[in-house]
């Protein structure tokens, strides 16, 4: 970056008439030369002695010519002085790159090159026609001084490049880094942005007292000698801010911790914020101001060396930013509180916008997250992992949503779903339907029941809710898979030999679409098999259709299944990994979601069924039933728990039941019974009088079991419960 310079030396004037040196003597090119190998001991000096050779070449030229007389000072010749002086003043080594306009600004970045070095210079000597010269006669050569109206140009340039900096942050601290790069040094040599703590939002009515916390400093390191010994006493005995003892926050801070200011109602401070516009650290008012801000262990500057700008955002002001310039550089001008009012305007502006826009996302990432499972169920026979990538890390908000939901009979519903869209509509649409489909599966209706329901439900929302979404049932007694489909990319089976199979099944419509019949499919899920059920951000992008993207699904399930070996299948979830890292750059075009689902199964010997006709003798059976699978199973410490609890749960069936009820055992890692019957009505418990004869039965099952809970079904219900196995049969 450019910086301001901090010398108001003009250059030597040239001679230009009389004498020796007078153009047509033949000696013009000596003097040209001079002045080209002359090496000035500072920036300004290289300029304006570039600029002095230009023109004295020029004027060689023109004797040469033939022509006589002194150029005149907008001629060719001043052309050419002002020019190299400009490119002189180009090729000066800079000192901060950070805070130059970017490459791609083109021809804006050249004329906020010309702003950077001309908006901190303070006037030269004028001539007698008003202009600035560089001898200061009125026969003198334009030098390294430009005229005041080119001066208030480059400021121009320089508020154009320092707010388009200012603009392209897009959160918090990326908005104050840009007006600290944009400020240090080209206008101040250091910066102190205060923010309030915390920051009100949108039209919030902050309570409490006013608290600024400095929130980032930046400084030119080093300035001048201020950071030596010598120099850093030099300005604590001349009353001056001694800028190496500044507190700096950011990547080359010194302190860890930020500093607070509490504003004092009705203080120095309070007055000056409520004012709106800024003020020299010299103003009335403002140096009290100035020494609440900074604290007392840092001394006030003298004069006008410092710029105290009130952050006002839409509302009400949330900070203020000084900007500070050391002894060894011209003091601010009053077209300099100007500058920092824009500077200080833009900021706050963008500031409050990064606010809304935090709070935006945190609130559509909460809602994604809330609407997501925190967790999966971990039901019998099935091993369940899954994954969620949202398109861009900024907008962690879609409509992609996945579900495992356990059913009665230890079965499981597997879901996945897209819901057009990826803003905060689209994922409160989403919301609803994976409610309604939480819902529609409690009931235990079919895949493609559930489908036509959700279709129903989304004509209501609006006519343009559209939803693919993929349901299916997995079974783990009978090993069998129930699938329908509304639109959705088909699921991948991975076979425990390493095969990876696409299913084959019904594409159906969208969900929305209305008037469409859904079909479902049954198919084997052979234990040790993997089910991937995925949304179409896996699969499809900008670079490949989406059958081709299936087709590499396909590959890199197989290509991981050999790695792992064909005797055993590869570990869930480092599966799911091995899927997502075959996204390219190119690939994160929508949300991923990715639900895997191992199937375990329960073998036909851990399993017992038994119909039992709706007679006063079914408890009875009912106890005889479950003592001899206990003893085929080795069980036969449970079976007084069991004979107990099945003849309750099977006596209160028997009441109300007038089709066969059924009775079912499962033995995995826990022993698991099952009774069904025709009855929608679902048992309560209740506390039982002490003269009530009845009433006790759910007591005892309660008490007893590990866990029971009763679901309806589209035929009746189902009632369970849950022992644990003793120690020596317990499964982990």
């Known amino acids: 970056m450019t910086e301001y310079p901090t010398s108001q030396e003009g250059p030597q004037p040239v001679a230009s008439g009389g004498g020796t040196d007078e153009p047509g003597h033949g000696k013009a090119p000596i003097a040209a030369e001079a002045v080209r190998t002359h090496a000035p001991d500072s920036g300004a000096g290289l300029a304006d002695s570039a600029a002095a050779a230009a023109a004295t070449d020029a004027r060689a030229a023109r004797s040469a010519a033939g022509g006589g007389g002194l150029p005149h000072p907008r001629g060719e010749a001043g052309a050419a002085a002002r020019n190299a002086a400009g490119d002189a003043a180009d090729e000066q080594p800079r000192t901060r790159g950070e805070g130059d306009a970017p490459a791609g600004d083109g021809p804006a970045r050249a004329r906020d090159g010309d702003a950077a070095r001309n908006a901190g210079r303070a006037p030269g000597p004028r001539g007698e026609d008003g202009d600035d010269t560089a001898g200061g006669g009125k026969g003198g050569m334009p030098g390294g001084e430009v005229t005041a109206a080119r001066r208030e140009g480059d400021r121009l340039r320089f508020v154009g490049a320092a707010t388009r900096r200012i603009a392209r942050g897009i959160d918090l601290d990326e908005i104050v880094l840009g007006l600290c790069r944009a400020t240090v040094p080209t206008f101040s040599d250091a910066i102190l942005v205060y923010l309030r703590d915390p920051l009100p939002v949108g039209d919030e009515r902050p309570v409490g007292q006013v608290v600024l916390r400095l929130r980032r400093t930046d ?50 401070l309070a007055e000056v914020l409520r004012g709106v516009r800024p003020v020299f650290g010299s103003a009335a008012g403002a140096k009290e101001a100035l020494a609440e801000l900074l604290g007392s262990e840092h001394p006030v500057p003298r004069g006008n060396r410092a710029v105290l700008a009130p952050l006002r955002g839409r509302r009400r002001v949330i900070g203020a930013a000084v900007f500070l310039r050391s002894p060894e550089r011209p003091a601010f001008e009053q077209n300099d509180l100007l500058v920092a009012a824009q500077l200080a305007t833009h900021t706050a ?140 990319p088909p699921p991948v089976l991975l076979h425990l030999g390493g095969r990876a199979e696409v299913l084959r099944v019904p594409p159906g419509a969208p969900i929305g679409v209305g008037g469409v019949d859904f079909e479902a499919v049954e198919l084997d899920a052979p234990a040790g098999a993997t089910l991937l059920l995925y949304t179409d951000g896996l699969v499809e992008s900008r670079l490949r259709d989406v059958w081709t993207g299936i087709e590499l699904l396909r590959e890199r399930l197989a290509t991981t299944a050999q790695l792992t070996g064909l005797d055993h299948p590869p570990p869930l979830e480092a ?31 851990d399993v017992a069924y038994w119909f039992l006709d709706p007679e006063e003798t079914a408890p009875g059976r009912a106890r005889r039933f479950a003592r001899r699978a206990l003893t085929r199973w080795g069980l036969e410490e449970l079976t007084d728990s069991l004979e107990l609890l099945v003849s309750e749960v099977v006596t209160n069936a028997v009441r109300y039941a007038e089709r066969p009820v059924t009775l079912r055992l499962l033995r995995t890692d826990v022993l698991r019974c099952e009774v069904g019957d025709d009855s929608p009505q679902l048992p309560r418990q209740r506390r039982a009088r002490d003269t009530d004869e009845g009433g006790r039965g759910l007591f005892l099952v309660n008490r007893m079991a590990r866990r029971w809970g009763a679901t309806r079904l589209s035929s009746g219900k189902v009632v369970w419960f849950e022992l644990p196995l003793p120690g020596p049969h317990e499964r982990r």
């Open 219 to 268: 400084r030119l390191r080093p300035i001048d000698d201020l950071t030596t010994v010598e120099g850093a006493g030099a300005a604590g005995a001349a009353g001056e801010l001694d800028f190496s003892q500044l507190p700096l926050l950011g990547p080359q801070g010194d302190l860890p911790a930020a500093e607070l200011c509490e504003i004092r109602s009705g203080g120095p």
């Open 349 to 488: 502006l963008g500031i409050d916008k990064a606010v809304l826009y935090g709070r935006e996302a945190y609130i559509a990432d909460e809602l994604q997250r809330t609407m997501l499972p925190d967790g999966l169920p971990q039901p019998t026979g099935v091993r369940l992992a899954s994954r969620y990538l949202p398109a861009a890390e900024t907008a962690r908000v879609g409509g992609d949503w996945y579900d495992a939901i356990p059913l009665p009979g230890s079965r499981v519903a597997l879901v996945v779903g897209d819901v057009m869209g990826h803003s905060m509509t689209s994922a409160a649409i989403m919301g609803q339907l994976r409610t309604t489909a939480q819902t529609l599966a409690q009931l235990d209706l079919p895949p493609a029941e559930v489908l036509h329901h959700l279709d129903e439900q989304a004509q209501r929302l609006g006519s343009d809710r559209m939803a693919t979404c993929l349901y299916a049932v997995y079974d783990p007694v009978s090993h069998r898979i129930t699938i329908a489909n509304a639109g959705h």
């Open 575 to 605: 599966l799911c990994d091995d899927v997502l890292d075959m996204l390219g750059p190119g690939d994160r075009d929508d949300d991923i979601a990715l639900l895997a689902a191992r199937f375990d199964g329960i073998a036909p010997s």
